[in-house]
């Protein structure tokens, strides 16, 4: 059931975004709570029209949203956003004399509301 | 208030996208719960960039994330999202040979800080 | 941390997207609870495929998810709804005979999972 939605400004030119994605959806299910490869959808999109703060100088950002069914221990869910991170640091350009931030974000999916088929 | 995204892996050619939408917003403000029809807005985009999972062969996805005002019983929850995945399933494209995923999320939006207005 | 997203229907034409999120991200770090100015990360875009209701007449919406790490209290939260709301009923364009609505959802994000980090 895990989803994961990335987004970040357009001024990372270059982000390999296909490549990013498969690492990061394969680092997601190595993991020993994700109990079926399949459930874990991952999508990326560029922003184009963004504000980062109100100082001067080159800035970019990159943010992953990972929504998990609810009822993960906080342990799961530090280890699950450490190794988002590490792949979106790993892929993310870092252009020259740029300010680039990164962050993830965990959020937990009402469990007994969430419908899950398959056509 | 209800708002519902939803969004799809663009290998679903021809998703009739304003079709779903409009029968999404009448079965959503058909049930008891939804008070003014007027607060159900609706809006769907493809992905262009996705994985799903690990494994080979061709797959799909559409997932909706339906916000609701914070206080509906469980019951009601599952009601909305059940209606929400029945039109889902009937809108969806099944491309020979394609495992599609069809999933549906209820979110709770926090009721005091919520800011609901009109031009 | 905080983290806003907007997006509005594409019938809202000629709506500023830049000045309004520079204007957006100003009104938001002037807020006492914000504690550096670089941490507050905007982004908009139009939905081109959307559904409002179920009744007739000309229909627009504009909505703001602004996503804090949770720990501010009710009070806190209310204000910086009501700010964000301030600044898209200030420069979201009301087309002659559009009904527009102007909704704001403010998000608490789980803060031990919370990765942030820069490049």
Known sequence: MP???????????GLPEQQMLTELVATVCEHPSILDELDVK?????????????????RGFIHA????MAGRTP????ELSDRVAEVLRRFTPHPEGMLVQVSV????????SYHKGRL
Chains 1, 2, 3 share one sequence.
Do not use: W
């Open 3 to 13: 989803h994961l939605f990335i987004d970040y400004s357009d001024n990372l030119a």
């Open 42 to 58: 991952a999508r990326i999109a560029p922003a184009k029209q963004y504000v980062i703060g109100t100082g001067s100088g080159l």
């Open 65 to 68: 949203d990972l929504r998990l």
């Open 75 to 78: 342990e799961v869910k530090k």
């Open 105 to 112: 974000e965990i959020t937990d999916m009402d469990r007994p």
